[in-house]
């Protein structure tokens, strides 16, 4: 959704901070600009000479959102003592040792939590940890008038003169960890944002960031605790024994399973583990999990096997057996470092029943088919009996130790409209009052994205927020004029599957939503927002996004190829020419999982008579043709 070329993502994104930008521009850049602290004047923001990255970058972030406010250039200052001058906010340690806010205060705010004080004419932001800090740059920011809704959609106050008043806040996360994984890769570029409370990759620890092959993938670590490429000629014995006994080499099967009773083996993988939080000792959470796949692809040797609650069928306590020596391993050398671990399909979704995990060993609970197959409805649906009833009971039996790592968007078929909002509301109520401490989000849905990551990233912090208010605060600002006609069509969508009982699964296509009497209704609800904001590129383009999915799902149900269309071909082929126009403007390659849609191009193919040729689809000649006169595709 967000794979746009350099030049239009410059200009989209300087287009959106000019039309959300307060329009108040009196005194800025006149020399008459000021900020003060209740009496005195602003002039500089201060970090000690020992300050971390992330505080020196919290530092310059303050400095650059209140320029942007009032214009004036605010000096961001090493301090070596702990005397901190009148008009000056202190970041950081610096905040500490200079006697502003007390390291009392910082204990029960939590590892990502933040104090703000402002009195006596300066003031202070601290984190328990500098990522704390970072947050707490932010809230003051909020603060004094500025909204954070998208990377490309922010409201900047315009003010010649700021005051920020007397403040003193402490606030802390509900959830240890939020954050969604391989963001970065769904959405070229894009990163969970600190900006919306989320925790930032680099918390992380990824063996990519090392070198290691592989894309942003740090959830499945057992290909790089124990790569085959270097150990398996010389110790297949380290890998998984199949069910012909022979041990599983690359590319058979899904990837990175384990002998997991093997000692030689978790030994071995040990240290690679310590060796990657040496060279990551500033972040927080590691991985030890199961290679991807379902049960069978798992070690079926006896000894492997005497480790499981039922030989060959429930494997969690193998599972947390080899999890737990990992993190006894780290917990002598690096204690308070978290090791992650997955609750993953039918092998490890039911709770252990000898071995429980260890402190400092944090298990992600999958809501993941078949146990929980229907992401458009919370976990009561009686779809997701099964997987309900294993979550209640590692909650049961594990209550300290539950994270989740969720499900929330379409994996087969990218840009089909995929309702997962409310269901994940749903969720995230559930998990707030059950004692889970952390969230990771597989990716986000396509459908309505920007708007899925604001209400999340508030209720990752607040969650009691009132996610209705939130979601009209955001579409007006996102959408502009065309906002209360995005905000119909939300809420048709989600009434459809309400009322229709549409079951989406992340797992599989998902025809059910979109009929053709849906299309049609919500094709009339698109028209009027398009008009509302023709003369505003940045919101034209965010509902044409939208739009985007809607035809998308529209035409690959009923085409001319399958012959199921339900209206004329002049209506047809003005529908694909749109799709194809937006798809050019989005610079769309691959639009899912199955086998026509590893290129637009081939998916474009299997629904009409358009072929192209040239890499990207987008430049070829045939595309202009075919957008210049529709109705004629049967030509091409």
Request: some cysteine; hydrophobic content about 35%; charged content about 25%.
């Amino acid at each position: 959704m967000k794979t746009l070329k350099i030049d239009r993502k410059a200009f989209m994104f300087f287009m959106t901070l000019l039309i959300t930008i307060t329009s108040c521009t009196t005194g800025i850049g006149d020399g008459k600009s000021k900020i003060s602290l209740s009496k005195d004047e602003l002039t500089t923001i201060a970090v000690s000479t020992t300050a971390s990255d992330r505080e020196k970058f919290a530092a310059e972030e303050l400095a650059s959102y209140l320029n942007k406010i009032t214009g004036k250039e605010l000096s961001v200052i090493t301090v070596d003592s702990s005397m901190v001058p009148d008009g000056t906010i202190a970041i950081g340690e610096l905040s500490v040792s200079s006697g502003m806010i007390s390291r009392e205060e910082l204990g029960p705010i939590g590892e990502d939590g933040f104090v703000i004080n402002i009195a006596d004419n300066k003031g202070a932001i601290c984190g328990w940890r500098d990522l704390g800090t970072v947050y707490g740059v932010y809230e003051l920011l909020k603060q004094v008038g500025v909204k954070f809704y998208a990377e490309d959609c922010e409201i900047i106050p315009s003010k010649s003169k700021l005051k920020i008043p007397e403040l003193r806040l402490a606030i802390k996360p509900h959830y240890d960890l939020r954050t969604i994984f391989k963001y970065d890769v769904y959405f070229k570029g894009i990163t969970p944002s600190m900006k919306l409370g989320y925790t930032p990759n680099d918390d992380m620890g990824y063996h990519g960031d090392l070198g290691a092959p592989g894309e942003r993938n740090w959830v499945h670590s057992a290909s790089f605790m124990m790569p085959y490429r270097l150990f398996g000629e010389e110790h297949p014995e380290y890998f998984a024994l199949n069910k012909s006994s022979e041990r599983v080499k690359p590319g058979e099967g899904p990837p990175g399973h384990l002998c997991l009773s093997n000692m030689e083996m978790r030994e071995t993988g040990a240290e690679r583990l310590l060796h990657l939080i040496e060279k990551q000792e500033n972040r927080t959470s590691f991985v030890v999990t199961q290679g991807d796949g379902r049960s069978n692809s798992w070690c079926q040797c006896s000894n492997c096997k005497a480790l499981d609650a039922i030989p060959g069928d429930h494997m969690t306590d193998r599972l947390m057996d080899y999890v737990n020596y990992n993190a006894r391993v780290v917990n002598e050398k690096y204690p308070g470092k978290k090791i992650l671990t997955l609750a993953y399909t039918e092998a490890t979704s039911r709770p252990p029943e000898r071995v429980m995990p260890d402190p400092n060993v944090m298990v992600m609970y999958c809501p993941y088919p078949p146990q929980t197959p229907c992401q458009s409805h919370g976990l009561d649906c009686p779809e997701n009996s099964q997987g309900f009833a294993e979550l209640q009971g590692w909650i049961e039996k594990c209550p300290d130790n539950m994270y989740i790592y969720d499900y929330p968007r379409g994996y087969r078929v990218w840009y089909e409209p995929f309702g997962s909002f409310y269901a994940m509301v749903d969720k995230m109520n559930f998990y707030a009052s059950n004692g889970i401490k952390g969230i990771v989000q597989c990716v986000v849905p396509t459908s309505f994205t920007d708007l899925f990551v604001f209400v999340q990233g508030v209720l990752f912090w607040e969650p009691d927020a009132d996610v209705e208010k939130l979601i009209d605060e955001f579409m007006d600002a996102y959408y502009g004029e065309a906002a209360p006609h995005m905000r119909e069509y939300f809420n048709f969508m989600h009434n459809e599957i309400n009322t229709r009982n549409v079951h989406q699964g992340c797992e599989s296509p998902n025809p059910d939503l979109v009929t053709a009497e849906y299309a049609d209704n919500a094709l009339v609800m698109f028209d009027k927002a398009q008009n509302a904001v023709a003369d505003d590129p940045a919101a034209l383009y965010r509902v044409e996004l939208e739009k985007f999915c809607l035809l998308f799902s529209d035409v690959n149900q009923r085409n001319t190829i399958n012959d199921e269309l339900t209206i004329s071909m002049p209506e047809h082929s003005k529908r694909l020419a749109e799709t194809v126009r937006i798809a050019r403007e989005m610079e769309v390659i691959r639009v899912g999982n199955m086998p026509n849609m590893m290129n637009f191009k081939n998916w474009l193919r299997s629904v009409s008579l358009l072929t192209l040729q040239s890499e990207p689809w987008y430049y070829d000649p045939g595309v202009d043709a075919f957008l210049n006169n529709p109705e004629n595709i049967f030509i091409y």
